[in-house]
């Protein structure tokens, strides 16, 4: 039975054609290029192949290059800032058969999703600038030099954290997931963290989160959704991790909490509030980079499973004893919420899911986000790595086009998949019923989305 091999990153390069512009200073226009150990020609070629494809789609096209397929990789193009270029080459997977004696190659184009390669390629540039700033501001402060210096230092790490076998439509979508609350709990939250902002000056923005969904967050839309990305898939899982090593789980209940205790605890910040003269690791972080460029110090801090953050202007940094304040503010009142808040959310996650079909809803206007598609924890899909292929292949066929639309298939699998894209909210279902007839398929997604998304959705 012949096997096939996964998705795997070949090269991931950066460059600027304005700063090699002469012949022989061609090395000059890359300021970054993974593998680090390909030969300088190695390099110029790679840049000179991508310069020559987006200089000659120019001449027919106002968009900008997308992508290059080949038999064995294909490579993806991202304009990120004006004359900066990204550029992703992943490799194509194959599989190794015999047939009468002779090996046989058979490369399968259809696993990679161009989509799905630029959107992981976008969110990469997306995490440099929330922790590094934009391309153009890094040179405008300070210098060239020390731009290729931050790239390395970031995407030598970065690019050891990407799944690419694993990438689907979660990258496309990249939504946020919400957590539901009753009115009277969201109010405290709300008044909770007006109290914080109007007791601590320094706080600039706050954002609250539980079990690793937001409930609120002060900053605009696009930058928490690359904080929260940041938060849900590195900061936390390393955290819990380094939680885990320290003291190793029990099993047994919680400690009675006094008046006098609490279970908060800096995530960033200082490790143990009896030694001043350790603050701990605090991520710094730019917002707002297109208008106000706001850089501030992001300070988290949890309680059970909900969390605080706060972001303090860099200019405005607090002195020990404010972390102490923090901690004495936050722990009891943020632990008395995180106890509420779980009554709630262990009714919500009781009630038994159909097995009869999985979907995945996003609104493009809050970035709100809903799957059963994917494990919730590692955000890998649980279902068929075809049928995910299909949904991700609907939703590029949606971004063509800005009418409502609908697409209904019934797949070699026997199952159905359906994709509706209604006033910027798209949902996509799949129904394991083989033997049901497409009248049927429909009254049961109708069905679905009146139980479901009664109130956020509507669908003639």
Known sequence: MAT???ITLYNFFI???NFGPREGEEHKKI???HPPDASIDTKIKAVGLCEALVKFTETFSDQPCESLHTLKTRQVFFQAEKDFWMVITVTIPRSESEKDGQPITEYHEEDVQDSVFRAVLEQSYKMFKLFMGTFTNIIEKTNLDQLIYRMDHFYSRYLGTLRLSQADIMEVENGIHFLPLDKNTYLRIQCFINLIEATFSQVKYTAFLYNDQLVWSGLEQDDMRVLYKYLTTSLFPSSLETELKESPKTGGPLPQMTSS???GKYVTGPPNLSDPSNCGRIPHIYVNTDSKYEELNLIVYRALSATVCLMVET???????WYRSIDSFLGPQLSSLASDISEQYNKRTSVPSEQQYKYIYFNHMNLAQKTTIHNRKTLSAIINPEIIRLIADINADFDKTVDDVETVMKTMLDCWVVGKKSDQREFYVVINQKNAN???IN???K?????HFNNIFFLD
Do not use: A, D, K, Q
């Open 261 to 263: 205790s609490h279970y």
């Open 447 to 451: 069905r679905l989305c009146s139980t």
């Open 4 to 6: 096939r091999s996964c």
């Open 15 to 17: 460059y600027n054609s």
């Open 315 to 321: 200019s405005n940094i607090p002195g020990f004893e």
């Open 438 to 440: 497409l009248i049927e």
């Open 443 to 445: 009254e049961e997604v």
């Open 31 to 33: 300021l970054f290029f």
